[in-house]
């Protein structure tokens, strides 16, 4: 296999739209994984401390803390985190919008470059090259200027 056959097979492979979606699915999972763990650690965990200094009956959040050893509620840990999960959701929105608009692109220059290469015979209307003087099925004798005359036998 020669490299330029690898890597166009590789662009091919790349632009397919599953791969973009697994590679957005991988980082927003990621993403989404700090907001549980934020929670989880800085919600969650000092809430149920608290619940259990006041059934030891500690009424004071800093008797809780220095008994138990933990610190406060982080809800600012937690907000920080939601909103690293929704400015990395709209990054990632913005990049696969710009493939998607790439990839289009790409499409209609290749439908553009195969529309330029051919034409059809006004005569029997098969499809014939662009540069043809001559049909190949009906022999019809095309100028150059693209206007049709009939050849005579």
Known sequence: MSAKGFINEFKEFVSRGNVMDLAVGVIIGGAFQSIVSSLCDDVITPLIQLIIGKATGKHDIDEITAALNVGPIHFGNFISAIINFFIMAIIIFCIVKAVNKLTTIAIKKEEEEEEATTK????????????????PCCTSQLEEDKKITIEKK
């Not at 098969?126 to 049909?135: F, G, L, T, V």
Request: with cysteine.
């Open 120 to 135: 059809e015979c006004p005569f029997c209307f098969s499809e014939i090259s662009i540069n043809a003087k001559r049909c």
